[in-house]
């Protein structure tokens, strides 16, 4: 049974899929274990590290860390300093490990890893999130995600104040213009029936969406009774013009040139939704450094 992990009221990763992704990266980096650590770490050896931002941020990765440690050797203790979720300022004290030191330093690089990775994600998306507040827009991820690490980068936008899209292929319908184009050959008076066809193989709970790549396409794609209508690459007016058609009649959502300098004008279009493959695709690991302080006859 699928466990997730909570941190406050923001519903955290997979616990599965985490630890498939910590036993895999343990495989991959120590798979017969330390050599350095076994060879020159005393085995009583105890360790203190502390995490500190040297940049400023918003959080995600904690209960990850705390996961990665459990894994390696119960004995290490994690103490959160800062929340998922929370911003951070340069020189913050994010948390503290402390434990056996062959534990702490086999484990150190892989947690630091994810938690990098992932408050990139969370700040990248809170800056978006940020920049459309006071608008009815909804920024959220795509599947453009680093493959593996769906679970924990899908999370870290929720840490962001951002929101999911469709998880994979298997949970909702997206019917994009290469399905499109296969189902109609190009023939835009196909488009109705194409959808109705296939909206009648679903299940009544399924959510349908559409992508449209022209105006033209807009009142075809409705008049099959779409849940969500996506506006790929339209210009500014374009956007306002499909809101405008579309009048209610289904969600609207704005995909394409969605960047920091253009998502508010993007929502004041009137969209629902704004979709980011950038804010996991594209970030750069935030810099989190980790400060370790080792007492070789262990801890008194």
Do not use: W
């Not at 923001?10 to 017969?32: F, K, M, N, Q, Y």
């Not at 959510?207 to 009142?219: P, R």
Request: glycine share 10%.
């Amino acid at each position: 049974m699928n466990q997730t992990l909570t941190t406050g009221f923001l519903a955290g990763p997979d616990e599965r899929a985490l630890d498939r992704v910590i036993l895999t990266a343990l495989e991959e980096d120590a798979a017969h274990g330390d050599l350095t650590s076994e060879a020159f770490i005393p085995l009583a050896a105890t360790a203190q590290a502390v995490v500190r931002a040297r940049v400023p941020g918003v959080l995600s990765g904690g209960p990850v860390v705390q996961r990665v440690f459990a894994l390696v050797d119960p004995r290490v203790r994690v103490t959160a300093l800062v929340e998922d979720g929370e911003p951070f300022e340069p020189g913050d004290r994010l948390a503290v490990i402390e434990g056996p030191a062959r534990s702490v330093l086999l484990g150190e690089r892989i947690a630091l890893n994810l938690m990098q990775r992932m408050s990139a994600i969370a700040t990248a998306t809170q800056e978006l999130v940020a920049a459309v507040a006071g608008t009815r827009a909804r920024v959220v991820d795509t599947r453009k995600t680093t493959p593996g690490l769906r679970n924990l980068e899908r999370y870290a936008v929720r840490c962001g104040g951002g929101h999911n899209h469709r998880y994979s292929l298997s949970d909702a319908v997206m019917v994009k213009d290469n399905h499109l184009a296969v189902l109609t050959g190009g023939d835009s008076g196909k488009i109705t029936q194409a959808l109705l066809d296939g909206k009648s193989r679903l299940g009544h709970t399924v959510h349908l969406e559409v992508e449209v790549d022209g105006l033209e396409m807009i009142e075809p794609v409705l008049a099959a009774g779409v849940d969500t209508i996506m506006l790929d690459n339209f210009s500014l007016e374009d956007l306002a013009e499909g809101v405008r058609r579309v009048a209610g009649r289904a969600l609207v959502e704005a995909s394409g040139n969605v960047r920091l300098d253009t998502i508010a004008a993007i929502a004041a279009t009137g969209v629902d939704i704004i979709s980011s493959g950038a804010i996991t695709h594209s970030v750069a690991n935030l810099d989190l450094g980790l400060d370790i302080d080792i007492h070789p006859q262990g801890t008194p």
